[in-house]
């Protein structure tokens, strides 16, 4: 055999099984994101003014805290101006669409959060 031919197959025998491996794991990971899609978490946040607000804002963190797939929040007053912010995961949030700003609007009402003059989400 000559020498050429035996220097090819040893290349071809070091690097063949390093290049397989690597084709395998690219197909591997196209098809785990195929079968597990990445989805992203989804934030809210409303703006909305009252005439008469409670004494604090607890009950409606304590509510934000126990929505479903709840990821984080915040309420801050500016007067009589709330604004919440929160997120849910992306997978939640996709079957919730605009449910959770509805939801919030239903429990201001609820808490004593009275006379709405303007509710923006945005």
């Given amino acids: 055999m000559p020498r050429y031919k035996l220097r090819t197959l040893l290349i071809v025998l070091a690097i063949g099984p390093m290049v397989v491996a690597v084709a395998w794991l690219i197909w ?8 597990f899609p990445v989805s992203t978490g ?3 946040c409303v703006t909305a003014e009252f005439s008469e607000l409670p004494d604090d804002d607890t ?13 984080g ?9 709330v604004e919440v912010i929160w997120g849910t995961s992306g997978a939640l949030a ?4 605009d449910r959770p700003t509805l939801d ?7 808490l004593g959060y ?3 003059i303007r509710f923006e989400p945005n």
């Fill in 104 to 110: 919030l609007r239903a429990e201001f009402e609820r």
């Fill in 59 to 71: 009950a409606l963190e304590n509510w934000l805290h126990d929505y479903p797939g709840m990821l």
């Fill in 28 to 35: 591997r990971d196209a098809s785990m994101q195929r079968s």
């Fill in 73 to 81: 929040m915040g309420v801050k007053r500016n007067g009589t101006t």
């Fill in 94 to 97: 996709e079957k919730l669409g």
């Fill in 114 to 116: 009275k006379g709405l």
């Fill in 42 to 44: 989804v934030s809210y």
